[in-house]
């Protein structure tokens, strides 16, 4: 068989920081006795569905759930992605989420089981286990030659010692300039991995320390190793079963996952890479890492792919399924049949429910303190509170996007704080859902392909009939 590749350095992606509807959650913010607290982690309210979720974490970290499915069934606006999201932040870096929504599968140019068994593997995770070899010590000196004539490569000395020994390493062309990259000077406790050649700087030594004035307090002092200059050191990698199979599906498939073009991967080359990871878990080189697959507005998906759920969950190496919905009794998309939720009774019936509740006033004047905080916007506490009855009137998100728009009122009034004139102001440059649909219904003679009438007309005719 084909050797599987991994490439460990899939995850070090840089993450872009910015402020998005759910980027002030933090975790579930429970105790160690799985209890929601009343305000913690960027979450307010919700208890009961918060300790639900907890102990389906706790089940996760443990070990003891895989190939579940947890349904989050709620009004709009009631948090049941920011309970997702929750779970994600409370699960760690370690276990991976992946998070889609159900539109996504029809709008991918592959077919509808090949994209939900990619976002499937996304969510499973590989942890592998290799010994590498690494020289770790205290850099004594760095001789660098070179020629004046310019024609020959650099060479170079790199004297190195721990606690108990001391030796001079020859420097070729590519570990100069790895070095010289680094910054590494004498004094610094490097680490240099002898597969790769990467160096790392560890730090400063201890012995430096009168060098801290010049240093600056941002330097890191670390002791002088110990023992043999040469280490041998177990390093943990963690990769999804998914960036293996891109990996190996094609020549540029490391390539292929930072361009997003993946295409249709061969059950061929699935089924080598599984079999390749069970050999990895019998020799204890490996271990599965089964993640969450978290699908938002579920009720999108057609009968084909709930059907496809419903098999998915049963295999050897499923992730938890955790699904998300605000619809009611309504078809299920492919059909003419009704079902709570346009889920189908069977897949329903393998589904922990977990409900969601309306927020009260006091829940949502504490969502918006801290939505004010997350963006960074100064509001006097009378505009909380114009904005609190807003929030209750209208809907939550309604008001904490005029959050952000009411602040830019109140910047072009070279205020320092939004206040209710603010606030007032946004409200009568953006209408609601309620207003939008009543001005609608006042000027619907206007608009272009206007059905209202012929709705009232076929109620009345109904109305008749019966």
């Not at 918060?50 to 579940?68: H, L, N, P, S, Y």
């Not at 490097?190 to 010049?214: C, E, N």
């Not at 905080?373 to 904005?387: G, P, W």
Request: charged residues 30%; negative net charge; glycine residues 8%.
């Amino acid at each position: 068989m084909a050797e599987v590749r991994v490439n460990a350095e899939v995850k070090d992606l840089t993450r872009i920081e910015r402020i998005g509807a759910h980027s002030h959650i933090r975790g579930l913010g429970l105790d160690d006795a799985l209890e929601a607290r009343a305000v913690s982690q960027g979450l307010v309210g919700q208890t009961s569905a918060r300790k639900a979720a907890g102990v389906i974490t706790q089940m996760i970290k443990e070990g003891k759930i895989a190939g579940r499915g947890v349904l989050l069934a709620g009004q709009p606006g009631t948090g049941k992605t920011a309970i997702a999201m929750g779970i994600a932040k409370s699960l760690g870096q370690e276990t991976p989420f992946a998070m889609i929504a159900a539109s996504e599968i029809f709008s991918m140019e592959m077919s509808k089981t090949e994209a939900l068994t990619q976002a499937f593997r996304k969510a499973i995770g590989v942890k592998i286990k290799e010994e590498t070899e690494l020289i770790e010590g205290e850099v004594v000196e760095i001789e660098i030659d070179r020629p004046a004539s310019g024609q020959l490569a650099k060479t170079g000395k790199l004297t190195m010692k721990t606690t108990e020994m001391e030796t001079i390493y020859d420097l070729g062309v590519k570990m100069i300039e790895t070095i010289q990259r680094e910054k590494v000077t004498a004094g610094d406790v490097i680490s240099i991995d002898k597969a790769s050649g990467k160096v790392t700087k560890l730090g400063r030594s201890f012995a430096r320390s009168r060098d801290y004035d010049a240093m600056g307090p941002a330097t890191k002092f670390v002791q002088c190793p110990e023992g043999e200059l040469q280490k041998r050191r177990e390093v943990v990698h963690v990769v999804s079963l998914h960036e293996i199979d891109v990996i190996n599906s094609r020549q540029q498939g490391f390539l292929a996952l930072f361009a997003g073009d993946t295409g249709e991967i061969r059950p061929e080359v699935r089924e080598q890479i599984d079999s390749k990871v069970a050999e990895w878990r019998e020799e204890g080189k490996a271990e599965i890492v089964p993640g969450v697959l978290f699908i938002d507005e579920v009720h999108m998906l057609d009968i084909e792919c709930f059907s496809f759920l419903n098999r998915a969950l049963e295999s050897d190496m499923a992730p938890i399924l955790v699904v998300a919905t605000n619809r009611g009794i309504t078809k299920i998309r492919g059909t003419n049949y009704r079902a709570p939720h346009g889920i189908p009774i069977d897949l329903l019936d393998r589904l922990l429910i977990i409900n969601t509740q309306p927020y009260s006033e006091k829940e949502i004047r504490r969502i918006l303190d801290i939505r004010t905080e997350e963006e960074d916007v100064e509001v006097t506490d009378d505009a909380k509170d114009l904005l609190t009855k807003i929030g209750v009137e209208t809907s939550l998100r309604y008001a904490i996007q005029l959050i952000s728009a009411a602040s830019l009122v109140a910047q072009k009034r070279k205020a320092a704080a939004v206040d209710v004139e603010d606030v007032s102001r946004a409200y009568t440059l953006f209408l609601d859902v309620q207003r939008s649909v009543q001005y609608l219904q006042e000027y619907a003679q206007e608009y272009m392909y206007n059905e209202i009438e012929e709705a009232q007309e076929d109620g009345e005719q109904a109305d008749m009939q019966q």
